[in-house]
């Protein structure tokens, strides 16, 4: 479960995000949309605990992100746009680095579907550096990371940029089966056609504003 609660952020003397409300539930797939600079990813990125709001509270199954973020954070997983972090690692340490902070912070070996590393085409690139990668390729790694012990919430940005066809088809495979296991989805993208397959709930964000749609 995922509740926004009155968020702001204000940057470089700007307001972003004006008092967003969201709700989301077990099992759904939440739809962001809006232009290019409307704090999509901004909002994302609050959510997924990577900066701070400048007012107002995010709580993901119950846990209070800004006064427990460890704990809210084993609930979460975060997919950005771009991936370019750790250039020098390996994807096997890569995965091999989350998987053992997933250990720590819960306290016991992470649930992990080995599935998904064939699925997602990493098997082929599991030796490489990171900073090897062609942009495709990272976002499937940083999925694969993204995915290691079956988080209640999922975050995506923009999902679809840089993946070909069978890309797409794997990302709205994943949702699909998310929703059907209880899980919640939240994602953005203006892939109109990828928003109509997906079938969620969506709210458009617009002058720092989140309205449904």
């Not at 030796?127 to 079956?150: E, H, N, P, T, Y």
Request: glycine share 12%; with cysteine; hydrophobic share 40%.
């Amino acid at each position: 479960m995922l509740e926004v609660d009155g968020v702001h952020k204000d940057l470089g003397g700007r307001r972003i995000l004006d008092g967003v409300q969201l709700r989301g539930e077990p099992g759904e797939v939440i739809v962001l949309t809006g232009g290019n600079g409307s704090g999509k990813t901004t909002l994302l990125r609050i959510v997924a605990g990577i900066i701070q709001p400048s007012r107002g509270r995010v709580r993901i199954n119950g846990c209070d992100l800004e006064r427990d973020p460890v704990r809210a954070r084993t609930h979460l997983g975060y997919v950005p746009d771009t991936f370019d972090a750790f250039p020098e690692l390996l994807v096997s340490e890569l995965i091999e680095l989350v998987t053992a902070l997933e250990h720590s912070a819960r306290g016991a070996p992470p649930r992990v579907d080995p599935t998904w590393r064939e699925r997602l085409g990493v098997a082929g690139i599991w030796g490489q550096r990171l900073r090897s990668l062609s942009f495709g390729q990272g976002k499937r790694v940083a999925l694969l990371a993204a995915l290691i012990g079956g988080p209640a919430l999922l975050v995506l940005d923009e999902p679809s940029n840089g993946l070909d066809p069978s890309g797409v088809a794997l990302i709205r495979a994943l949702i699909d089966e998310r929703r059907r296991a209880g899980l919640l989805t939240l994602l953005s993208t203006n892939d109109a056609e990828l928003e109509a397959l997906l079938a969620g709930r969506t709210h458009h964000l617009a002058s720092g504003r989140l309205t449904p749609r």
